[in-house]
């Protein structure tokens, strides 16, 4: 299989930063399910975010982005080792932006308070699929975790 037909992406500090944050988690920061349309807008701001942060090697706006225990444990320069083959490889997904979501699961709030996010855009020529992870941080759900597939 070509190197552009499958890109994947675990993020091993989804369990790290979910931990984290489910010992930093009070019941006053707990957020209620956001609504589908507030669950686009997370899906979509966060994946071209890291589109923008692909194209320009630079992960300084998605570190603003992430939440608080993710920026602790991982600065710019980290997510940019985590993220090194999609640069490697010239990743682009922004056509996620023009094209409809396609929820893989219902949207849940796990026990440790994480918001997880699954699904799918059926861009071409590639297919992307996520999987995200949302936590409460600074009074907004924030990324604790990322799994993105392009194929």
């Not at 807008?41 to 982005?65: E, G, P, Q, R």
């Not at 799918?120 to 990322?146: C, E, M, N, R």
Request: aromatic share 10%.
């Amino acid at each position: 299989m070509p190197y552009w037909a499958r890109f994947r992406w675990v993020a091993a500090m989804t369990a790290l930063a979910a931990l984290a944050s489910a010992r930093a988690l009070d019941k006053a920061q707990a957020l209620d399910m956001p609504s589908p349309f507030v669950q686009e807008v997370l899906v979509k701001s966060i994946l071209v975010t890291l589109n923008d942060a692909v194209a320009a090697d630079n992960f300084t706006v998605l570190h603003a982005k992430i939440s608080k225990p993710f920026r602790e444990q991982f600065p710019p320069e980290k997510l940019r080792t985590v993220f090194k083959d999609l640069i490697d490889k010239h990743a682009v997904f922004d056509a996620v932006v023009a094209s409809p979501v396609v929820a893989d699961e219902d949207a849940k709030i796990d026990e440790q308070g994480v918001l997880r996010l699954k699904g799918h855009f059926d861009t071409a020529p590639k297919k992307v699929k996520y999987q995200l992870g949302f936590i409460p941080s600074d009074g907004a759900w924030k990324l604790s975790g990322v799994t993105i597939d392009i194929e």
